[in-house]
């Protein structure tokens, strides 16, 4: 299992409220399941939870966008300096030694850039992550909004509940189409930006009934 899923495992088996760390047994539908909380505190858990990893889905796929983005701009870049200079330029590159070198790379990583990003299929990786990007920022700013609501009100009610399972479902249904991570170390390190911008000493729990 990769480091940073073993990692949210642990999360979910463990969840601190203060500066308090309380072994959670999950249940079947992944909520946390524990005598030591009531009903509407184990609600807010699960938002608190899923809030957080919405938020890391909408990250590293908005990482991925940029990094897309950056490669594809190298592409372009590299296919249409050499073009210009195959154009324009040749007769001036090719009358010194270091001239013609020159050009000589330059037509030879055009040539790369070109081959490789019809393969790497970088404006439908950019059209993919950019979707998925937003559709999680949308779910995120949902679930601020509930636990905004909930805040508000004081108490879990009927309706946030209902609430609550319509996004849960949503975010379930995201996951479907989430690409494989293809770097442990760059989701390690969303995974503790998230915990820092939203720690757990944020979470607002309803009194105990």
Same mark, same amino acid.
């Given at each position: 299992?990769? !480091?940073?899923?073993?990692?949210?495992?642990?999360?979910?088996? @463990?969840?601190?409220?203060? +500066?308090?760390?309380?072994?959670?047994?999950?249940?079947?539908?992944?909520?946390?399941?524990?005598?030591?909380?009531?009903? =509407? +505190?184990?609600?807010?858990?699960?938002?608190?939870?899923?809030?957080?990893?919405?938020?890391?889905?909408?990250?590293?796929?908005?990482?991925?966008?940029?990094?897309?983005?950056?490669?594809?701009?190298?592409?372009? @870049?590299?296919? =249409? =300096?050499?073009?210009?200079?195959?154009?324009?330029?040749?007769?001036? @590159?090719?009358?010194?030694?270091?001239?013609?070198?020159?050009?000589?790379?330059?037509?030879?990583?055009?040539? *790369?850039?070109?081959?490789? /990003?019809?393969?790497?299929?970088?404006?439908?990786? *950019?059209?993919?992550?950019?979707?998925? +990007?937003?559709?999680?920022?949308?779910?995120?700013? /949902?679930?601020?909004?509930?636990?905004?609501? *909930?805040?508000?009100?004081? $108490?879990?009610?009927? +309706?946030? $509940?209902?609430?609550?399972?319509?996004?849960?479902?949503?975010?379930?249904?995201?996951?479907?189409?989430?690409? =494989?991570?293809?770097?442990?170390? /760059?989701?390690? /390190?969303?995974?503790?930006?998230? !915990?820092?911008?939203?720690?757990?000493?944020?979470?607002?729990?309803?009194?105990?009934?």
């Amino acid at each position: 299992m990769a !480091e940073w899923k073993l990692r949210l495992f642990s999360r979910r088996m @463990f969840i601190t409220v203060g +500066q308090n760390v309380v072994a959670k047994p999950a249940s079947s539908d992944d909520q946390p399941n524990d005598a030591l909380y009531t009903v =509407a +505190q184990q609600k807010m858990l699960y938002l608190h939870r899923t809030l957080l990893e919405t938020l890391r889905f909408k990250k590293y796929y908005a990482q991925e966008m940029r990094t897309c983005e950056r490669w594809n701009l190298g592409a372009n @870049f590299l296919i =249409a =300096a050499a073009a210009s200079t195959s154009l324009t330029s040749a007769t001036l @590159f090719n009358d010194t030694a270091w001239g013609s070198k020159l050009l000589t790379i330059l037509l030879l990583f055009s040539t *790369i850039a070109t081959i490789a /990003k019809p393969l790497l299929k970088l404006d439908k990786r *950019i059209a993919r992550f950019s979707k998925l +990007q937003n559709e999680y920022l949308d779910l995120y700013q /949902k679930l601020d909004r509930l636990k905004t609501d *909930i805040q508000h009100a004081g $108490e879990v009610l009927p +309706q946030h $509940e209902k609430r609550l399972t319509r996004l849960r479902d949503r975010f379930d249904r995201l996951g479907l189409r989430n690409e =494989a991570v293809e770097s442990d170390h /760059k989701m390690l /390190k969303i995974m503790d930006q998230v !915990e820092n911008s939203i720690p757990p000493t944020s979470l607002w729990l309803p009194p105990s009934e």
